[in-house]
């Protein structure tokens, strides 16, 4: 697995891995179910991906947002490609909601709502909470 990847916590906060692409539990909840989305490829910059790769990301992101309805009502998806610190080719998934989503007692505001993701703000969550939340996601995921 590349840097960017190990970064983000691999492979604690895994939920699927795909051929080309790995689903990551964000580490900083901005809000609840923000994922990570990352290329396994040496890819550095978006045109590096091969043509599988690309072809692979329709299952991915058809799984990513099925999964992530089922663990929180998102009004919109925003996928966000920076890679300013992270040099591997990389997304972040951010659900986007109107008033705070609660999983297990915990509250997660959207701070942006409704404007751009607060990526500073986020829900301060522990390694056993992150946990609970990639379990939950790992069980809406469709079956390989």
Not at 46 to 66: M, P, Y
Not at 73 to 94: E, T
Not at 102 to 129: N, R
Request: proline share 8%; hydrophobic share 40%.
């Amino acid at each position: 697995m590349n840097e960017t990847i190990r970064k983000f916590g691999y492979p604690d906060t895994l939920i699927r891995e795909y051929a080309h692409w790995v689903v990551l539990l964000r580490p900083q909840q901005v809000t609840l179910g923000a994922l990570v989305l990352a290329s396994k490829e040496p890819a550095r910059r978006f045109h590096e991906v091969s043509a599988q790769g690309f072809a692979e990301l329709k299952t991915v992101i058809t799984d990513v947002e099925q999964s992530l309805e089922r663990l929180v009502s998102y009004r919109k998806l925003n996928y966000l490609m920076l890679m300013m610190v992270d040099p591997d080719v990389h997304y972040h998934v951010i659900p986007r909601y109107e008033t705070p989503a609660v999983f297990e007692d915990v509250s997660f505001p959207d701070h942006g709502w409704p404007g751009p993701p607060a990526l500073g703000q986020f829900t301060a969550t522990d390694p056993a909470t992150n946990a609970a939340i990639t379990a939950r996601l790992k069980t809406h995921w469709p079956a390989a």
